[in-house]
């Protein structure tokens, strides 16, 4: 198997950012790194030179706020990078960047507080750049046999001292990381540049890599049997053959995250002693191994990063995950604190980096199951809690244009959504119902139409639609009308849109639309024909739209109807009106 770019020459590791039209004329598209380089030197010369040549805050704030920018623009789809006239501009800006963020690295912590903040984003958006990639960074083992052949001996060198300066740069990026792991507290920006230079460092310090998974394993014994061998292989045996530690299994993701062997390796020794030395002083401290160990906030953030440096590194939708280094391992521990964690205090961290995670959908399935077998029925914080996360869960599917994978429990999943449906509790009624109206329109047809049968079923209907809770009644109302008739519908003809109502309920409808059809207009429909046309007002305000809501909902229920409800009996409902504006956002506060 190969992976890589195809080109005239084959398959490459990464396709090079260099533009020639076909006479070979080179263009002249490299005027953002001049920018940038001229940015850079000014910046130099205002923090070493005289006093009288430094740059006031406001300056400085202005010069960063350009640099950044220029940093943040890509001109190629792929990856985020410029594209460079030939192989001598881009060794050039490479030299530049890592100029730049060597010299972040060293004034961060000592200039004004006020600007601290602008050194450290400087330095998240060089680590981002595809400049620094292993595909431009590193040697290919195509590109060493034919260096000699495609490059001048000058150019050699270049290419080997801006590798040489690179490996300083991220040895000392990740010194600084691993300290700033230590501290409590931190900044924000801060914390950014730790979760970023850590998780890229995972990738490309192979030593820091076997230390980080090292620490991992020692607290991954726990068993998961929610796991039922989802993606063909076992979480319990994890550790005991150095390939799950630190190794590649498969040479296709080698060739993206081996940088050792096609990078570090082939730089001379005596270009890499100060690089050395700086790594050893960055693996010899214990205690960023005692927070990572501790599996807190910062390790949850430091995981998101990592996956959304994979997913961007590796750019296909189709990622052999199994097989990218050390993801079983992190897998595991993250299914562990999921299981070990009570739902109701899941941090925020966590969430975020569940969902991220499901950049592989096969996750879904355990990840549910997980948190629906911890979820006591009635203990309602922990059902809120439960149903925020699979909602959040599944609408990262659907945002990120992902289908519920085929493997997905969807008998174990309605089972619970049915035992909180009959519980009939004021909150988790109310909660589950709402959780109807935020993933009803991702889940697959067949599946929705059948949960839809049971939940429209006349005694289902009458029951949340008059139900003794305002919270219930107002949610149902709302999945009923905003989600179903409004969304669902939308695509419908007009004389199929009825299909939505209850069985048994049509006839009734047809009655109230029609009185010349057969049969007397039954008296239960011609009071909820009241409430329909009270929702279906949308020209008046949320607050006077829920209060006549709910004097509609009790009069039905109480069996109060004055003349003037009696005579608005008749009038045709369920006109098709505008969504209100309020209703997300009245769902959301109630959730």
Known sequence: MKVGVLTKQGIILTSKPILED?????????????????????????????????????????LFTEIGQLLQKSEKNSMMSFIYPNEQDLIDAQRHMIELGLHCLEFAEFVDFDAREYYYNTLCHILKR???????????????????????????????KVAASYQKFQYKAMEMGVEKLNMKGVDVYKRNFVEIIISISYFRVPEFREKFLGIILEKSDGVIEEWRNTEGFVLERLGHNTEDIAGFSSPAIMKMFDWASYCYHQIPENMQQDSMDILQ??????????????????????????????????????????????????????????????????PEALKETTCAMLCNEKLLNVFTTIVFKKTHAYDALAVSGALELVAAWLTTLYKNKQLIPPQFDYMFFFKAISILMDLDHGMSTAKVIWFLYKVLHVLPAAQRNGMLQQLLSPEKFYHYFFHWSYNVRMVFHYLYFFQLYQNLSGALPAQESVNLLPEGLNHSYTCLVDPHTTGKPDPQAQSLAIVLSDIQISKISDATRTAQLSQSADRYFFGIEGPKAKAEAFAPSLAKNSVPTGADDKIDRLG
């Open 130 to 160: 595809s400049e620094l990639d292993l595909g431009q960074i590193g040697f290919s083992t195509a590109n060493q046999q034919n260096l000699q052949d495609r490059l001048s001996k000058d150019l050699v060198k270049k290419k080997f």
């Open 22 to 62: 076909a006479d070979g004329v080179i263009k002249d598209i490299d005027k953002p790194v001049k920018k940038i380089i001229a940015l850079k030197d000014k910046l130099i010369k205002s923090d070493t030179g005289r006093v009288k040549q430094r740059l006031t805050l406001y300056e400085k704030i202005q």
């Open 281 to 346: 002083r960055a693996l010899a401290s214990d205690r960023w191994k005692l927070r990572i160990q501790k599996r807190g906030v910062a390790f949850f953030l430091i995981i998101k990063q990592w996956v959304l440096y994979v997913k961007n590194t590796l750019v296909s939708k189709n990622v052999s995950w199994k097989d990218v280094p050390g993801y079983k391992l992190i897998l595991k521990a993250m299914l562990l604190e999921l299981k070990e964690r009570d739902v109701a205090l899941y």
